[in-house]
Structures are given as C-alpha cells and as structure tokens.
C-alpha cells in the first residue's frame, strides 16, 4: 500500500509542473499586456513610461525562464499576486469564496450520490422493468438537459410561480436546494447508469453463481460483494466530477448569483484580472489531482487486488 501511494504522490509532481509550464506559457503568449490591463483596471491612463514602470515592477522584463522559476515558486508559498481589480491577494480573495463552492460542490455531490446508488442498483436487479424504464428516462434527461436551463426552469417554477424557494443568492439552506439540484441532476443520470452496468457485469461473474450454490442469502451477495465491486466505475467518476466541482460550478453559480469560486473567476475573465485567471488555472488542476488520488486510494481500499496489480506490472 506505501509503494502504490507513494507513486501515486510521485506522479503528482510532473502533472502539477506542466500545468504551471502550461498556464504560464498560455498567459504569455496572450497578446493582452498585464501592465495595460492593470492601469486600466486602476482606470489610470497607460502611458509609456507608466506601461515600462510595470513591466519591470512585475518582472515582465525578466527572460521567460526567470519569470517561469520565480513565479513557481511564488505559487508554492500560495502566492499568486495582486488582483487588478480589487487590489488584494488573490489567495485571500480565494479563500473568501471557496466556502461557498465547497458548500455547492459537496451538497450535489451527496444528493447525486444519495439518489443514484438506489436507482442504479435496483434498476440493474429488476432489469426491464417499470422502474428501469423510468431510471432510463432520468438518466437521458439528466444527461441531455443544460445546466443553465435547468437552473432557470427550477427558478421559474420554484422561486417565479410558486414563490417556494429564493432566486439566487447564499444564506440559508432553502438557498442551497436549486442550484444543488441543478448540479446533481446530470450527475444522477452519469453515477445511476454506471452502477446498473456495473452490477449487471458483476452478477454474470462466476463469484455470484458459486456463493449462490453454497447457500449464501441473495442479500448479502448483493451488498456485500456485488455492490462493493460494482461500485468502483463510479467512484472513478465521482472523483473527476468532484475535482469539477471543486474548481468552480461556474454555469450553476452564476445563474444562481452564488457568490463561489467559479463567479469569481467568471469577473476576472471579463475584468482580464490576469492573477486570478492563473490563480483559478492552477487551484483547478491541483484539485483534478489531489480528487483522482483520493479516488485511487478508495478504490484500493475496496478492491486491493489494485495495488497487487500495480506490483505485478513493475
């Protein structure tokens, strides 16, 4: 298990270096020029001298691999400059918000997972039925609905003709339901349909018909080998859509005015906050990595034929 975690961790390191190489280059090839967007964000009038004076104060000057190294290590201090707009570190702008997508990401993240696990098993059990029917119907009306729709179908029918629920905004819980819903919605429709096939795959297993055989109840086959095995391809997915998630709900938050992570990052984009566009860039790929290890590591803890596979391959 220390052998496989460890080279998990050890893979990290190259993925994090040609995201912030990347990000970099990405930023540097733009032909927006950050001493410009910062005067004019300070709706000060860009002149030359003015325009040279920056470009040395944030090491524009600088040949690209001295930019690169310093601004590298300046992000492994968690820091990622000044925004240009409200004139604070970025990272404590961050800090702000994240509570509030975090909030979002993990309560669509339960409810998915919440609905879909007893939709996708009993689907798979009682296949060809009403109720698979309907779960089919679900899942590609989850899948095919756009988010943005959906948030202002909900907010419509919710907030607009029934007056149950707020319009946007973050405070109390009846705040949260909406834009919940509409982030789980196509998630339910994903984790429900793996899970079917899963456990559809997993019944057709020597396993099921030799634990049958031996009396075992239909119950305990169910839960506690066939659902635990079949299980594992959600989890896959649960780990990348939660480091989404994590980087920023940036359609739901903004048709909601939820005050996270991906609106603020929605404003630097039209606002050209150059800091915050790298800051969110390289937070969001940290968080892909730090959620698929995570899910690399459940999965090994509910199948440990997985890391006894990592060994046999070297």
């Keep these: 298990?220390?052998?496989f975690i460890g080279k998990r961790l050890l893979a990290v390191i190259p993925i994090f270096l040609f995201a912030t190489l990347l990000t970099f280059l990405l930023i540097h090839l733009s032909p927006v020029d950050p001493a410009e967007v910062y005067l004019t964000a300070a709706h000060i009038h860009p002149t030359e001298e003015l325009l040279e004076q920056k470009r040395q104060e944030f090491g524009l000057d600088q040949p690209l691999l001295v930019q690169y190294t310093q601004s590298l290590m300046k992000m492994c201090r968690l820091d990622f400059g000044t925004s240009y707009v409200s004139n604070e570190p970025v990272w404590?702008?961050?800090?702000?918000?994240?509570?509030?997508?975090?909030?979002?990401?993990?309560?669509?993240?339960?409810l998915a997972v919440i609905i879909s696990i007893p939709i996708g098993f009993l689907a798979a059990i009682y296949k060809n039925s009403v109720f698979d029917h309907l779960s089919r119907v679900l899942a590609y009306f989850g899948a095919s609905i756009p988010q943005f729709w959906l948030g202002y179908l909900l907010i419509f029918f919710f907030s607009v003709k029934l007056d149950l629920l707020p319009v946007q905004g973050r405070g109390s819980f009846a705040h949260l339901v909406l834009p919940s819903i509409s982030l789980a919605l196509g998630l339910i429709a994903i984790y429900s349909?793996?899970?079917?096939?899963?456990?559809?795959?997993q019944l057709q297993e020597p396993y099921v018909l030799y634990a049958r055989t031996r009396g075992i109840k239909e119950k305990v086959i169910l839960g506690k080998h066939v659902l635990k095995i079949a299980i594992s391809p959600m989890l896959t997915g649960l780990g990348m859509n939660l480091g989404k998630l994590l980087a920023g709900t940036i359609i739901v938050e903004e048709v909601f005015s939820w005050p996270g992570f991906g609106r603020y990052f929605i404003e630097a984009i039209f606002n050209r906050d150059i800091p915050v566009i790298q800051a969110y860039v390289l937070i969001s790929a940290c968080l892909f990595i730090v959620c698929n290890l995570i899910v690399d590591l459940l999965q090994m803890a509910l199948d440990p034929r997985i890391s006894w596979k990592g060994r046999t391959d070297q």
């Design 193 to 201: 349909r793996l899970l079917r096939t899963g456990v559809l795959e």
């Design 92 to 110: 404590n702008e961050i800090v702000l918000r994240m509570p509030a997508t975090l909030q979002l990401a993990f309560s669509s993240i339960v």
């Design 1 to 3: 298990m220390g052998s």
